[in-house]
């Protein structure tokens, strides 16, 4: 199997597992096939996507949910609200109606990088990046290994005593993001095997 099939397969396995009613086994699978997309030596994405060089966008909402505090700092998770689909949602039924939409921060946009930078649990001027948290549930919760050993973050040990489920939840809104982004270059490479008008080859 060549690097465009494996991608193809892959991020059809995340779309199943990205499903909102994902089972927590799912979640952190999640996790494992975003790290084997975005973040492993040679990066997956990238090698499926030489013939066709497109550059993917993602967009993420900047929701958060409180949970709790940390080192005396209010500590947020962005859980599935990260999600700006998602987002839109929770904002029609908990917006104050003396609040407008049009004043409120619109998702953030950008490649795949930068959403990877991006913190989805924060306390204070402590975080933990998108990219921080598939890690560390791809390499420590069974997302491709398993490791009982304490998160190297010590603000993700904490959120995770009692908040667990909602940085799972997060993990699934990564991976809803990561396939959104991703789907139009799976398009390309299915639709180039294709004679037009089936498909993209004159």
Not at 69 to 88: K, N, Q, R, V
Not at 122 to 132: D, R
Request: aromatic share 6%; hydrophobic share 45%; net charge neutral.
């Amino acid at each position: 199997m060549g690097p465009e099939d494996l991608f193809l397969d892959t991020l059809e396995d995340l779309r199943r597992r990205s499903d909102l009613r994902a089972s927590e086994y799912d979640m952190v699978q999640v996790a494992g096939l975003v790290r084997r997309l975005l973040l492993d030596g040679q990066r997956l994405w990238v090698e499926a996507n030489k013939a066709y060089r497109m550059r993917p966008v993602c967009s993420w909402s900047t929701v958060v949910i409180t949970a709790g505090t940390y080192e005396g700092a209010t500590a947020c998770i962005s859980m599935h609200w990260l999600d700006p689909m998602l987002e839109d949602l929770i904002l029609d039924l908990r917006l104050p109606s003396g609040v407008a939409r049009e004043s409120l921060v619109p998702p953030q946009t950008g490649n795949l990088d930068a959403f990877l930078r991006y913190r989805v649990a924060v306390a204070g001027e402590l975080g933990v990046t998108a990219s921080q948290l598939v890690t560390h549930y791809a390499n420590r919760e069974g997302g491709v290994h398993y490791d009982s050993t304490p998160p190297i973050l010590p603000l993700l040990g904490a959120l995770r005593g009692d908040h667990d489920y909602a940085l799972r939840l997060t993990v699934l809104a990564i991976g809803r993001i990561v396939h959104r982004a991703l789907e139009p270059l799976a398009a390309r490479i299915v639709l180039s095997r294709n004679p037009h008008p089936y498909g993209l080859i004159s």
